[in-house]
T-cell receptor, first 110, second 113 residues
């Protein structure tokens, strides 16, 4: 089992729709969870962090964490073509390493 | 703040040559990470330093790879000898102690021919 798993996609959604991205992790002791966005040829940039169970909202983005189920998700409301990118889920494990999933490619269709 | 600075941005080298990648973390950050990214394997953690000390190098693929952090503001990743399968984008990231996010440099695109 991979430490952090994501569906590679591509996930295609029409402009204005909600995009839902999911991630599971294996280390129950993980404490910090992150969503990074990576455009082609660029470095990953942080868009959301979440540390406790529940939802965290920031503009059009909502991160959801369920530690019992070892599940993290990212919702993007009112998706825009500029949101088209690869979204990387990252977990900071008990060993303080940041472990990344392989990413989900999102395509927002105009 | 200039962010994490990596050099070179692009490197093309011949198989068998030594390659050295460089990283300057954000000032005040005491954790530094080297990652390798390929289409097939995604973003893989190679090595992690804390306070200039290598803490976990379990991701370093082979003895051909080595990394050093002689001081808080500089780290190198060396590949000797390089092979075509080492072609990838290599990222350096840093953060301060705690649970917050890691900040990435712009990466070095390595091509070994």
């Amino acid at each position: 089992q991979k430490e952090v798993e994501q569906n590679s996609g591509p996930l295609s959604v029409p402009e204005g729709a909600i995009a839902s991205l999911n991630c599971t992790y294996s280390d129950r002791g993980s404490q910090s969870f992150f969503w990074y966005r990576q455009y082609s040829g660029k470095s990953p940039e942080l868009i959301m962090s979440i540390y406790s169970n529940g939802d965290k909202e920031d503009g059009r983005f909502t991160a959801q964490l369920n530690k019992a189920s070892q599940y993290v998700s990212l919702l993007i409301r009112d998706s825009q073509p500029s949101d088209s990118a690869t979204y990387l889920c990252a977990v900071r494990a008990r060993t303080y390493k940041y472990i990344f999933g392989t990413g989900t490619r999102l395509k927002v269709l105009a | 703040d200039a962010g994490v600075i990596q050099s070179p941005r692009h490197e093309v080298t011949e198989m068998g040559q030594e390659v050295t990648l460089r990283c300057k973390p954000i000032s005040g950050h005491n954790s530094l990470f080297w990652y390798r990214q390929t289409m097939m394997r995604g973003l893989e953690l190679l090595i992690y330093f804390n306070n200039n000390v290598p803490i976990d190098d379990s991701g370093m693929p082979e003895d051909r790879f080595s990394a050093k952090m002689p001081n808080a503001s500089f780290s190198t990743l060396k590949i000797q000898p390089s092979e075509p399968r080492d072609s990838a984008v290599y990222f350096c990231a840093s953060n301060s102690d705690g649970l917050t996010e890691a900040f990435f440099g712009q990466g070095t695109r390595l091509t070994v021919v």
